[in-house]
């Protein structure tokens, strides 16, 4: 097509002071004929309605003119997410990033540069080509000038669900083929969990069924939430979100089950189900339960069956309950001096948890913490002296709260995905092993900020690479990592930090090379629905054509790997639909082996969806069978049986990790031994976005106060700070400050003040040591260090701090507000 | 391709000691636009050099226009100040049909959606420097947003070169519009004498 000549059109301004301006504007970057060309668009623009699915549910997308226009919910998700919103909105984020960017100091002098510039926005826009042959050039250059382990590419985080669009594993698979990188192991979801968990029951328990909520609603007296709120974070699925726990929520309501939260927060579960409230001092749930067992076992209300058929080490466990080992009798009333929970109501709980069918529904808030290996066990032995694990209805749970754990599991066979080409491992995807060396993932700063340091983890002793590079995906570290000016601080130490993103996350702004990503709703994939139920697979079509020049991953990847010499082998020759495809293609045959009737591949994506039938799963107890017969089907831990002692722990000889459930105080707590702040800061997951996912879109504007991220704090000690609600405060400790907007109210217990995580970090003045960040990220103020040697997890919720009114200068900056005189 | 960046280091110098020195300084003198130009012509005497002004001005550029100040970003782009707030939304259509209408469409090359001020800008021009019937509904249009899309960049930006363009913008838009109810009036006039 033949582009308009500014000449041309130059010649004509004349007539019009317009057209002078105009061309003055063009010196300023405004206008340029060049932007339009003689000719109708060759696209045609889309319309109609597109099925896909998200984190947030099955939706369905009206398209007009190829612009997504709306988002309704599947008919059938039995509870659709109020944040739908907020997806279509996150497309048409003026935060999306547009083009490849390179921060100038690296762009102009390489990683020489040095980092002082990082993290304050000085990019320069580049070319596709330029970026991938800079990304290309870096891997090999870090990678020859200090061999595999100068990479990190253990990229974490919650990229969007869909089996090739897997941004991490494309990542891997990408670095699989050149000379090695160092990966991360676990999670910073339920990291102590899933490392104490089989050692205790032999499998993670976090990432498993759960019994199903059928049975649970059937049989189920006294159902217990412990640290967990399942009507908040049930909205959100590492899959596609099915939301069947809504349905088992509801039938606990309907029913008139008692139902006990256990939280320094008036939830959402408290309110929906009308429960009994009780409110611990954060991070003093091993010590209330203690107290609960120390009852069950004084008034011999425990177990002993049970305990002597299907648990090992309670002999062992027993003295220090009892006191006789240490001299401290783990008493009701020893706990409730810990925890602030009257004697009485300690007591109560124990006689209340042996007279019904109890089911003990751990979050894992309760194990985001120093020591937080403990909290889990604690509650798995005191499961196990109430003798109901493998029962209908009774026992523990640690995955009601997550991805609808109890949706009881369809007939339909697995759905693979793309492989990073590392060895996969049982459980959650992400825990697969790959990479030539690999640390525990919340380790990452510790990791920088020591190369060649020694650490512990789970049994084994090694020291920390010297990486130099990292490359992240699918994740916002500057949001989940903790102690964000120790990370900032580390961060310095890395030559080159890429990052692909389809927003400028905090993260984003960090990087050195950021380019931009599709979202999951501008490409094609597929993904089951539901993490545990798995009731039907989704044809994830796309909805729109990628925005501004963002691209796949899986194309970006692609194209990397063919700069290094490998693109047959990362892309296997198959293009996006024919990976598709081929991932439908081996669950069919799955299905067919399973007599599950399956359409053919073309069939299912015009349908767009296939669901299964619940047959089986309704019925499904965790730890059945092993109850029924432990022998022959005994648990996967050394000795077959619970563990309540564990001698492989034992020889790990850890000093913060003891071979049975224990007591020992945090680094930090409310009202602890030498606390240096009066108040709890409760960091927990956010009710309107997932993590720091959305934090980006107009749903902020639903919980937003004078534009920060809130803070709700309890009106006694507002009332004590001269705080008042919507005022803007400032919470500090000796690792940082943040500014919220506060919200006075009594849902939330004396002591605490509750700041959610995954709010973007703001920095008033980026690189400058303490700075102010001034939306409000809870990880300013959180502790990093690791739960112990054992699982090396992160400490998100060890965090006391104070606040206050902030009396500085004001820095909202009201740009969507019209000035008054416009 | 893109005219939308902020400015280059080659830019900035001849913005400061080449042509466009001169121009900006005519510019300064028409009352409509004198108030911005001056802003403009004030940042660019500053001390700083060149290249710490190009890194200066980019990073400022980046952070209203480009995303990478999250919610304080300042969305060059119509959809932003309409309905919703979402960029893509329907004066996306409505621009690629009055700009098919012409004859024309956005050159693949520039990744931006059809109501990127640039585009709507430069439809304008050319309705207007061809006698087009509908530049004078193209300069209302811009009227419709362009000065809340200012007075957003007025605020948030610290450097004031760019609040320097966005007033100067303004007062072009506003001047333009002012003309065509002159003209409107008048015309009217004449029918009524007729």
Known sequence: MMKLQGKELRMEMSRRSFLTYSAAAGALGLVSPSLLVKGASAQEAMNGEVMSGSHWGVFNAKVTDGRAVEFTPWEKDPYPSFQLPGILDSIYSPTRIKYPMVRRAFLEGGAEAGPDSRGKGDFVRVSWDQALDLVASEIKRVQDKYGPSGIFAGSYGWKSPGRLHNCQTLLRRMMNQTAGFVNGTGDYSSAAAQVIMPHVMGTLETYEQQTSWPIVAENTTLMVFWSANPMKTNQISWAVGDHGGYEGLKALKEKGTKVIVIDPVRTETVEYLNAEWIAPRPQTDVPMMLGIAHTLFTENLHDQDFLDNYTTGFDKFLPYLTGDSDGVAKSAEWASEICGIPADVIKELAHAFAKNRTMLAGGWAMQRMHHGEQAHWMMVTLASMLGQIGLPGGGFGLSYHYANGGAPTSDGPALGGITDGGKATEGAAWLSESGSASIPVARVVDMLLNPGGEFDFNGTHSTYPDVKMAYWVGGNPFAHHQDRNRMIKAWRKLETFIVHDFQWTATARFADIVLPATSSYERNDIESVGDYSNRAFVAMKKIVDPVFEARNDFDIFADIADRLGNGDGFTENKDEMAWVKSLYDAAAKQGSALGVDMPSFEDFWEAGIIEFPVTKGKDFIRHASFREDPLLNPLGTPSGLIEIYSKNIEKMGYDDCPPHATWMEPEERLDGPGAKFPLHISANHPKARLHSQLCGTSLRETYAVAGHEPCVINTADAEARGIKDGDVVRLFNDRGQVLAGAVVSDNIMPGVVQLQEGGWYDPLNPGEENTLDKYGDANVLSVDIGTSKLAQGNCGQTIIGDVEKYTGEPVTVTVFEAPAEA | ?194
């Not at chain 2, 021009?125 to 809340?148: C, E, F, I, K, Y």
Request: charged share 20%; aromatic share 8%; net charge negative.
């Open chain 2, 1 to 194: 391709m893109s005219s939308w960046h902020p400015p280059t280091r080659e830019a900035i110098g001849d913005y400061r000691r080449g042509e466009r020195a001169v121009w900006l300084s005519r510019l300064e003198e028409d009352p409509d636009l004198g108030p911005g130009i001056g802003a403009i012509a004030a940042v660019l005497a500053s001390d700083e050099d060149d290249a710490a002004m190009t890194s200066h001005l980019g990073i400022a550029f980046g952070k209203l226009f480009d995303g990478i100040g999250g919610p304080y970003t300042v969305p060059p782009y119509e959809s932003a100040y309409c309905g919703t707030g979402h960029l893509f939304q329907a004066p996306v259509s409505e621009m690629k049909q009055l700009i098919a209408e012409s004859g024309l469409s956005v050159d693949s090359g520039f990744a931006e959606p059809a109501d990127h001020l640039s585009i709507e800008l430069t439809l304008a021009a050319h309705l207007l420097s061809t006698g087009g019937p509908q530049a004078d509904q193209m300069l209302w249009r811009l009227r419709n947003w362009v000065p809340a899309f200012c007075s957003s960049c007025i605020a948030a930006d610290a450097t004031g070169f760019f609040a320097g363009a966005a007033r100067a913008l303004d007062g072009l838009v506003a001047a333009e519009c002012r003309k065509l109810t002159t003209q409107s009036t008048h015309h009217t006039e004449e029918e009524n004498i007729k």
